[in-house]
């Protein structure tokens, strides 16, 4: 069955005409979906009738288990079940005055095992599909008194391990929200065909590289599949799509103490980004988030600042992130773990909003 945000518009044109609805419905249909920012049952534009068969005819993928708010009230997060299968994914809203950003997950789990990353202790469920993708964040824009004008995929999942979907996913966010390509920020871990395909593409979405080592044999303990794509190849196929789309490539280093954060490793950062040229990379430095199979921990944030001074001297850009959200466990596969671990019959609670680690 084809889901509410799965459907293309073409194959809602042709549920319209086989429901003998006239065609100017189309586009009242799509803006419904997309752009009012209700859900399809309150859109009073269409007919009480043409909603309630629509709802029918396109059900919806997900439903939430879990909703929370942060404590500073401008992050949200879901979890939600796949109708389908049951499988958990979550979801991010982070709320600023003027506008808000979603953080999408683009599979449930995720194989590639970074030992330090929640998602990837848990292993690997399945790719979720287009639908799946972009439920997400028109529930969260739902729930958003911002407009939502970034979409970062940074939630749980390789998304260029399930590249066709996601990028479906993006040309809708493009089409019909109407997100310009370099509000789309796509975060990998560094699958090197992936972002060579990417470069083939015409909408020109940003591309964030999950570093968090300046060289192959501390990345290769922390990211397995480091080995199977090394750095120099990742860095070399993240400058090309950079530079073809003179666009700088943002580097995610997540501080972890005394495993990342010497200031050898900063030195090597810079040796390694600098080729790039100067409007080539930005770095984010990012406190790592403390998950149960995981015994690093975060540095104190003068050690951050120290080690982005380092950086900045070698003629880096880098910002030092604090992480949003962590109260409500709105990092990468946090929410999930402990809902699982804690709450063996998860019900649904009413609170609002919050959480998530990613950069705006
Ligand atoms: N799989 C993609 C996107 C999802 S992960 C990727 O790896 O880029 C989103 C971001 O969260 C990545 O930069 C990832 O490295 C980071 N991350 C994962 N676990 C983390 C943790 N415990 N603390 C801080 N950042 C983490
Ligand atoms: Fe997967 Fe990204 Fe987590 Fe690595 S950091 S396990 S690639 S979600």
Request: glycine share 8%; charged share 20%; aromatic share 6%.
């Given at each position: 069955m084809?889901t ?5 518009p ?5 549920w319209?005409e086989?429901?003998?609805a006239p ?6 249909v ?8 209700i ?5 009073s ?5 043409l909603r ?9 993928a ?15 997060k ?5 109708r389908?299968?049951g ?17 999408v ?10 030992t ?8 690997f469920?399945r790719?979720l599909?287009?639908?799946e ?5 028109v ?6 008194p ?8 940074m939630g749980?999942?390789?998304?260029l391990?399930n ?15 109407g997100l310009s390509?370099?509000h789309?920020?796509i ?7 992936g972002?060579?395909?990417?470069a083939?593409?015409?909408?020109p979405?940003?591309l964030?590289?999950s570093?968090?080592a300046?060289?192959?044999?501390l990345?290769?303990t ?5 080995r ?5 190849e990742?860095?070399?196929a993240?400058?090309e ?7 700088r490539v ?6 972890i103490?005394s495993?990342?954060?010497l200031l050898?490793?900063a ?5 390694l980004?600098r080729p ?8 984010n430095l990012?406190p ?10 975060a ?7 120290a080690?982005a001074?380092?950086l ?5 850009t ?6 949003r959200?962590?109260?409500?466990d ?6 999930r773990?402990?809902v699982?671990g ?6 649904v609670r009413?609170s609002?909003d919050e ?6």
């Amino acid at each position: 069955m084809t889901t509410r945000y799965g459907a293309t518009p073409g194959e809602i044109a042709t549920w319209i005409e086989r429901a003998g609805a006239p065609r100017y419905r189309l586009d009242q249909v799509v803006d419904a979906l997309y752009r009012q920012r209700i859900p399809l049952e309150d859109a009073s534009t269409l007919p009480r009738a043409l909603r309630a068969a629509l709802g029918e005819a396109f059900p919806l993928a997900l439903d939430p288990v879990v909703a929370s708010t942060g404590d500073d009230g401008q992050t949200m997060k879901w979890l939600w079940e796949c109708r389908s299968d049951g499988a958990q994914i979550e979801t991010v809203l982070m709320r600023y005055p003027e506008r808000a950003t979603v953080c999408v997950s683009s599979q449930a789990g995720c194989a590639m095992g970074c030992t330090f990353c929640a998602t990837g202790q848990a292993g690997f469920v399945r790719h979720l599909d287009a639908g799946e993708i972009v439920e997400q964040v028109v529930r969260a824009a739902h729930a958003s008194p911002q407009p939502v004008k970034n979409i970062v995929f940074m939630g749980m999942g390789e998304p260029l391990a399930n590249y066709d979907a996601t990028w479906t996913a993006v040309e809708r966010f493009h089409q019909e929200l109407g997100l310009s390509a370099r509000h789309l920020t796509i975060s990998t871990v560094g699958i090197v065909p992936g972002i060579r395909r990417l470069a083939t593409e015409s909408l020109p979405v940003t591309l964030a590289i999950s570093l968090h080592a300046p060289d192959d044999e501390l990345r290769n303990t922390m990211i397995p599949v480091n080995r199977r794509y090394p750095l120099a190849e990742v860095i070399d196929a993240a400058a090309e799509l950079g530079a073809s789309r003179g666009r700088r490539v943002t580097f995610e280093y997540a501080c972890i103490a005394s495993v990342n954060d010497l200031l050898e490793h900063a030195h090597a950062l810079v040796r390694l980004l600098r080729p790039l040229g100067p409007r080539g990379s930005h770095v984010n430095l990012i406190p790592l988030n403390d998950t149960a199979g995981y015994t690093g921990t975060a540095p104190v944030p003068v050690r951050m600042q120290a080690f982005a001074t380092i950086l900045r001297s070698g003629g880096l850009t880098a910002t030092v992130r604090r992480n949003r959200g962590t109260d409500i466990d709105a990092a990468c596969g946090q929410l999930r773990s402990r809902v699982q671990g804690t709450m063996p019959d998860p019900t649904v609670r009413t609170s609002r909003d919050e959480s998530a680690r990613m950069a705006p």
